[in-house]
């Protein structure tokens, strides 16, 4: 079985005096009481995960939470205390420092939250920056770099500073350098959280284009839950450096493992998050049903049609009536009201 | 409600308030000590046993003489690594002057004057645009047409070679301190002691080490002249945001890919500013290094002090100056073209580019004509200017006119304030001196700080240097609270009035980039020498940063609290006593922090016109090539120094704490 492209394995990072008493056989092992009656502080505290090829995982938290911390560990930034990262199954710790850029040169690509621009290259040159550090020839990398400038819509502005351009301008070039060494693995260090409202939706429109294009696996970190559930393909919801749960959103919304993740999740826009599989009932014998929607299919994308209709929408997959939809069960399901015997 | 009110004033009462009777008890003991009558006291609290005294000057003297004479390093002895050092520090200085003003081997002659004033204002144009290439011709034009071209050639000469040095070496040290925290700590003591040690104390080791000529006077301006920019290196490369890091371990930067292509430029414009402080302060030493045969303008103000030509002095330091603003704004403006949006409109920038080379070819062409004719060299004597006899005359007449009305203002300041307090300080015992020291470092800071500053106090006394090291902090201590009094309600009215500061800004400019010899020659023409005459001297240098900081600090006072006072119903008075004060007091102690030290680097200077304290010792002690006894009343000016930077420090910090500001 091929390896996930990344995976962590109890992984954790403690900060204080001589953390490596609370670890037996490489693991944490002692309780958020004990750690901080000794004053360490677990940023990270036993973190599972696995994100195979392709997928877009997002890691969400508060300010906090660990998030960032589990983010630098990923990337080999920050060495955790106990622990292994796996890239493409090599444990990170076990690679020479060779081994390590090169991995870094051809197959990550990192975008930050201030956006790390060099104040003192054009954007030409930031996008071209990691290439630059590769020896490549200039006029490879020139090229390519107006390639990615022009992936992300900058075409025109290749001799401005990082100055002259607007906050979502100067990600965009972030988001281009990230893309230049056509990297494997993507990781999007909470990108949009400087933004305006406005522009960070235009700029998650992006990401979800460019995925579309490219195909990475993106790891995004966020704060905010409707980001998160825009682009992710599964989410792990984090607090006080532990991961609450992992899922998908409509997973997160319909299931909460804690009640940590159900106020998270509580004002989550649901319509856009469920879909009809998830709220369907079973289909009543003999029904007479005013259209079809697919399993599939956000709740956004039919409720219109079905809040018209007195009759219920039976909800199809391969062909088959699966369940059915009713007005009711839609509009409980939006609220969040609880439904005897509701599909969960 | 008034219960509420009583009960905490009761409590506070009830307890001894120890801290708040500390010091007027301090003060009231100070007092009775300095008028106890002459044999109140033993004789060993008046005057340090010589038997306690270590021979600290003597031993250090001996040493170098045996490290000259003697010691050997196995293959070559320590004489030749120095000289071999010289040598090899000699050859950029010697190209730089065969460039700028001796030519090379009688061959090709230096950059004539038209020259260099061409590609002067070409270089101008290109880093600054059309205002900085007006000020380069104007500057260049005033060093040609006063005569002062061939001295202020050797000056910019040794300034352009020593900044270089200075700001490679501080870069590269400054570097090695982030790279290593143990490097910085032990690098930072040494940094302090270089800076608040007289330039004259370390200009005597050189000189045993080196010989007398430009290569001591060059090594002495690097040491004086690197440590802000070691300094800013480390603030700039630390302040580099911690994303453009991991930015740097993401792409797979090489630790110098990392350092060069990303620490480095990012931090340039922070850069910079050391580089501006390199080039000032190395022009600040300009004159003491003229001491040493570095010869240039400092020579010629150092001679015209001699003669007390006012006129020569002026212009030749005007000239220094005219040097140090040249720089600064060509250095300025090149580290604002590196973040700056380029020009992107093609016919400006073709014209742009043609002007360049037309203005380069002039200059090479008239180059090639001054090989041909050598008297098109230099600028023609007949077309030159001078001011200087009206300046004499007008300095002889405010004389003849004003003697009276001098000499009473002089005589009373010297009588009503300088006697009564050097008289008072010099009649203290010294262990209650350090013992204040000690107390005020441990109410100041704690125990760590009291020990400090009570043993570098200690250190002073057994010198066997405590009368001349008082009267040193009596003369330091009254300029700086002269300068306060004035500099402080400066910049206060100056803070909120912009046209009003630009006035302000330009003269404490002049006055700090203007050498310090320049205007004791107008003082001591109108005092002649003695202590009232150094006490405006050092007035007149240390006030900048009392006016500079007060003024910074009210301007960074939130506007918010301004407004708050005013709808709080404040008068214009109270805002200023009740808000901007106390929130500007952190920053006004700072300021009063850079002008202790600033007091303090003037000292030397003004043992020239005769004061009896610490500086003398160095200034005498260089006149007799007496190495340990320059060093160790040097190692004392530093000391009183460092003492009166960690107690302030200690004070503003605590300011700050208290006012939630740190």
């Not at chain 1, 990401?207 to 970190?221: A, N, P």
């Amino acid at each position: 079985m091929a390896h996930p492209i990344l995976a962590a394995r109890e992984v954790s990072k403690l900060y204080g005096p001589k953390p490596e008493r609370f670890l037996r056989d490489g693991r944490l092992a002692a309780t958020p009481a004990e750690l901080s009656a000794a004053g360490i502080i677990a940023a990270v505290a036993d973190v599972s995960i696995e994100i195979p090829r392709g997928e877009t995982f997002v890691i969400m938290g508060l300010s906090g939470s660990g998030k960032s911390t589990l983010v630098r560990i990923l990337a080999g930034l920050t060495p955790p205390t106990a622990g292994a990262v796996l890239f493409e199954g090599r444990d990170l710790k076990t690679l020479s420092e060779a081994e390590l850029i090169a991995i870094r040169r051809r197959q990550m690509g990192m975008v930050f939250q201030h956006f790390a621009l060099l104040p003192h290259l054009t954007v030409l040159g930031n996008v071209a920056f990691p290439l630059d550090v590769q020896g490549r020839p200039k006029a490879e990398r020139d090229a390519r770099a107006r390639e990615m400038i022009a992936l992300v819509g900058l075409e025109g502005r290749e001799d401005r500073f990082p100055r002259e351009l607007s906050g979502g301008q100067q990600q965009r070039v972030g988001i281009a350098r990230s893309l230049a060494v056509g990297p494997d693995l993507w990781f999007l260090d909470e990108p949009f959280s400087a933004l305006d409202p406005l522009i960070r939706r235009e700029m998650q429109d992006e990401v979800l284009r460019l995925q579309g294009l490219l195909k990475k696996t993106i790891v995004f970190i966020t704060h905010d839950f409707d980001e998160a559930a825009r682009i992710a393909d599964r989410i792990a919801i984090m607090k006080d450096g532990v991961v609450e749960q992992i899922g998908s959103a409509e997973e997160l919304v319909l299931a909460p493992a804690t009640p940590y993740v159900r106020a998270f999740t509580r004002d989550a826009p649901r319509a856009k998050i469920l879909t009809a599989k998830a709220v369907m009932t079973a289909p009543p014998a003999g029904a007479d049903f005013a259209g079809e929607v697919a399993a599939t299919a956000r709740i956004a994308a039919f409720a219109h049609d079905v809040e018209r209709s007195e009759k219920p929408f039976a909800v199809i997959e391969d062909g088959r009536v699966l369940g059915a939809i009713d007005r009711i069960a839609m509009i409980d399901v939006l609220v969040g009201r609880e439904r005897p015997g509701g599909a969960a | 409600m008034s219960y509420a009110e009583a009960s905490p004033s009761v409590a506070k009462w009830a307890r001894p308030p120890v801290g708040r009777l500390l010091w007027p008890t301090v003060i009231l003991a100070t007092v009775a000590l300095a008028l106890a009558p002459a044999g109140a006291l033993p004789a060993w609290t008046m005057k340090v046993p010589a038997a306690w005294q270590p021979p600290l000057a003597r031993e250090i003297s001996e040493f170098m003489r045996w490290l000259m004479d003697r010691a050997s390093l196995s293959l070559f002895s320590v004489r030749d690594l120095t000289r071999a050092i010289a040598w090899t520090l000699e050859l950029p200085l010697a190209a730089a002057k065969a460039l700028l003003a001796a030519g090379i081997g009688g061959v090709v002659p230096p950059i004539p004057w038209l020259s260099l004033l061409l590609l002067g204002v070409a270089g101008g144009y290109a880093a600054g645009g059309a205002r900085l290439a007006v000020l380069m011709a104007a500057g260049l034009l005033y060093l040609a047409v006063f005569g002062q071209w061939a001295s202020a050639m050797i000056t910019l000469a040794s300034v352009l070679v020593s900044s270089l040095l200075g700001a490679a070496g501080g870069l590269l040290l400054g570097l090695a301190c982030v790279r290593w925290r143990s490097l910085e700590r032990a690098v930072g003591p040494i940094l302090d002691l270089s800076q608040t040690m007289p330039v004259f104390a370390y200009l005597l080791p050189m000189l045993i080490l080196f010989g007398f000529g430009p290569v001591s006077a060059l090594i002495a301006t690097v040491i004086y002249a690197m440590p802000p920019m070691v300094r800013v290196t480390i603030l700039a490369i630390r302040a580099v945001p911690e994303e453009i890091r991991a930015l740097g371990v993401m792409t797979g930067c090489t630790r110098a890919q990392t350092t060069w292509k990303m620490l480095v430029p990012s931090a340039l414009p922070a850069l910079m500013v050391g580089v501006n402080q390199v080039i000032m302060l190395s022009l600040n030493v300009v004159i003491i290094a003229s001491m040493i045969g570095a010869g240039g303008l400092g020579y010629d103000v150092l001679a015209a002090l001699r003669r007390l030509d006012i006129g020569a002095g002026l212009e030749a330091g005007l000239a220094i100056t005219v040097l140090a603003v040249l720089l600064d704004r060509f250095a300025q403006a090149l580290a604002a073209k590196t973040g700056a949006a380029p020009e992107r409109d093609p016919r400006r920038l073709r014209r742009r580019r043609f002007a360049l080379a037309a203005a380069l070819a002039a200059a090479a062409g008239f180059w090639l004509l001054a090989a041909a004719a050598p008297a098109l060299a230099t600028y023609p004597d007949d077309w030159r200017l001078s001011t200087a006899p009206y300046w004499g005359d007008l300095v002889r007449w405010i004389n003849v006119t004003f003697f009276g009305a001098l000499e009473a203002m002089k005589t009373a300041v010297l009588l009503n304030v300088l006697l009564p307090v050097k008289r008072f300080l010099l009649a203290l015992p010294w262990p209650w001196v350090i013992a204040l020291v000690a107390l005020a470092g441990v109410r100041l800071g704690g125990w760590r700080l009291g020990l400090l500053v009570g043993a570098l106090a200690l250190f002073v006394a057994l010198s066997g240097l405590w009368p001349a090291a008082m009267t040193t902090v009596y003369l330091c201590g009254v300029s700086v609270a002269i300068a306060a009094a004035i500099g402080v309600p400066i910049g206060l009215a100056a803070a909120g009035r912009p046209r009003l500061w630009r006035a302000v800004e330009t003269v404490i400019d002049t006055l700090q980039t203007l050498p310090s010899f320049v205007y004791l020659i107008p003082i001591v023409m109108l005092f002649r020498v003695g202590d009232f005459t150094a006490l405006i001297a050092i007035v007149l240098y240390a006030i900048a940063p009392a006016i500079r900081y007060a003024a910074h600090g009210v301007a960074r006072v939130p506007p918010a609290l301004i407004e708050a006072g005013a709808m709080s119903g404040c008068t214009r008075r109270q805002i200023t006593t009740r808000i901007r004060l106390p929130l500007a007091l952190p920053d006004i102690l700072l300021g009063l922090n850079q002008t202790v030290m600033l007091a303090l680097s003037m000292l030397v200077i003004t043992a020239l016109v005769g004061t009896r304290d610490l500086g003398q010792e160095v200034y005498s002690a260089l006149a007799q090539a007496n190495v340990g006894r320059g060093l160790v009343a040097g190692l004392c000016v530093a000391f009183i120094g460092i003492i009166a930077d960690r107690l302030i420090a200690a004070g503003a910090e605590r300011t700050k704490r208290r006012l939630g500001l740190a």
